[in-house]
């Protein structure tokens, strides 16, 4: 077993890894073409988008992050759903270890009823779809 400041400890760490990155899109400003938020970091333009017109998997991931962190879930949900739900899930993290970090209970899955294969595919298959949409929507805005 857990001793309780150990495991409250762990649940600080957690925590400070769950809340950096949405910290980090706090600071930024998000971009209005629903791409481009992640060149306030210092980083360059989506090569793929720049060069071919297709977003890469990750095009508008920081945007919506950005969004989601304001409040403005509908406009993050439009601009990448993987985007959105990565936001929502770092979110929903935070909570839950600030329970635990209150209780110092231990919170774990139920692999027996969560099989990680199937978690894994789900998010994958997701983040596939969620690409997909990103580049109907570029297409869209472009034309």
């Excluded at 977003?55 to 949900?77: D, F, I, N, Y």
């Amino acid at each position: 077993m857990v001793h309780p400041v150990q495991s409250r400890m762990m649940a600080l760490a957690v925590l400070a890894a769950l809340l950096a990155p949405l910290a980090v899109a706090g600071g930024l400003e998000p971009d209005e073409h629903g791409v481009g938020t992640h060149r306030q970091l210092g980083m360059s333009s989506c090569a793929l988008l720049v060069l071919t017109g297709v977003p890469c998997p990750t095009c508008g991931m920081t945007t919506a992050c950005a969004l989601a962190v304001r409040g403005r879930w509908m406009a993050s949900l439009r601009t990448q759903p993987a985007g959105c739900l990565l936001a929502a899930s770092l979110m929903i993290g935070a909570l839950v270890t600030v329970a635990g970090l209150m209780t110092g209970n231990v919170w774990s899955i139920n692999w027996f009823r969560v099989r990680p294969l199937w978690a894994a595919a789900g998010a994958v298959l997701f983040f596939i779809a969620a690409w997909g949409y990103k580049i109907i929507a570029v297409r869209n805005a472009a034309g």
